[in-house]
């Protein structure tokens, strides 16, 4: 007497199953199947992130310009800072030793 066609193909299934754990092929197996089975659903989750991801994308521009806007203000007044204003104040203390004093006018 003959098994049912979809016991024997649960059979064979099993045996297949069997010989690939045994070889160690059911892991690199496995991954292509699960990579495949994958597949739409991380399309639909991409085409659901891709709005958030361009909104990310433009804060982050935003923040770059913003960020790099700040760091050159920040490093010109650290400039001035450290060389504008000893020159400024160089340059006044000559300017008062050498200007001349004129007389004033009586009415």
Same mark, same amino acid.
């Given at each position: 007497?003959?098994?049912?066609?979809?016991?024997? @193909? +649960?059979?064979?299934? $099993? %045996?297949? *199953?069997a010989v690939l754990l045994l070889t160690g092929l059911? =892991?690199?197996?496995? !991954? &292509?199947?699960?990579?495949?089975?994958?597949?739409?659903?991380?399309?639909?989750?991409?085409?659901? @992130? +891709?709005?958030?991801? $361009? %909104?990310? *994308?433009?804060?982050?521009?935003?923040?770059?310009?913003? =960020?790099?806007?700040? !760091? &050159?203000?920040?490093?010109?007044?650290?400039?001035?800072?450290?060389?504008g204003l000893p020159l400024l104040l160089l340059l006044a203390g000559i300017w008062l030793l050498t200007?001349?004093?004129?007389?004033?006018?009586?009415?």
């Open positions: 007497m003959r098994y049912p066609q979809g016991m024997e @193909l +649960l059979g064979w299934s $099993l %045996v297949i *199953l059911l =892991g690199p197996v496995l !991954g &292509v199947v699960l990579a495949v089975a994958a597949l739409p659903a991380l399309a639909v989750l991409g085409v659901m @992130l +891709l709005p958030l991801l $361009l %909104v990310l *994308l433009v804060l982050g521009l935003l923040l770059w310009v913003v =960020g790099s806007a700040i !760091g &050159v203000a920040a490093g010109l007044l650290g400039f001035l800072l450290q060389w200007r001349t004093r004129r007389p004033r006018l009586q009415a």
